[in-house]
């Protein structure tokens, strides 16, 4: 799939095929997210594929819905590791970035996927939910979960706001 259709065609999938994505299709989505930019060049990510439905509904107790997860065949919680930074504002932003590439990298290969939001300063309880149900220690966060498998729904093509609201010229 050419890049630029592949940004414009993707969608958020809610609805999977009981059908298994193979290990190697798992890895080359990894490998995209792995390939994303990161300050200084940190690459502080660490993805955790979540496929037993026991930890599924773990993470859909920590988050207090999201249902729909427990039919994907898998999940990626897309963490990072305060360790392996000295500059710690970077790190959200760095692991967005490869989850960014994942979820193109998924669609691009014939994949749905669904980000939901994990990191929640307003909420604190689910985040520690959430690290409770992947044992996580003390140096992983959580930014976000990914559900992902083969789609089995056609989601209606979204209505973008217009680009004179978003793009300025220099100033605002």
């Not at 500059?87 to 669609?107: Q, R």
């Not at 992947?134 to 930014?143: A, D, E, G, S, Y």
């Amino acid at each position: 799939m050419e890049a630029l259709e592949c940004i414009y065609s993707r969608r958020s999938i809610r609805k999977y095929k009981s059908k298994a994505i193979p290990a190697g299709i798992v890895k080359k989505i990894i490998a995209a997210g792995m390939s994303a930019p990161s300050a200084y060049n940190y690459q502080p990510w660490i993805f955790i594929i979540v496929k037993s439905q026991k930890t599924k509904q773990a993470l859909i107790d920590a988050k207090g819905g999201s249902g729909f997860i427990l039919k994907a065949p898998i999940v990626i919680a897309c963490c990072y590791d305060e360790s392996k930074t000295k500059d710690k504002w970077h790190n959200i932003e760095n692991t967005s970035l490869a989850v960014e590439n994942i979820l193109l990298a998924a669609h691009a290969l014939g994949l749905g996927a669904c980000y939901l939001g994990a990191f929640d300063p307003e909420h604190p309880k689910v985040e520690k939910s959430i690290n409770e149900a992947l044992q996580l220690p003390k140096n992983l966060r959580i930014v976000c979960l990914i559900s992902m498998g083969y789609p089995d729904e056609t989601p209606k093509k979204k209505i973008m706001r217009k680009m004179n609201e978003v793009l300025k010229f220099e100033y605002y």
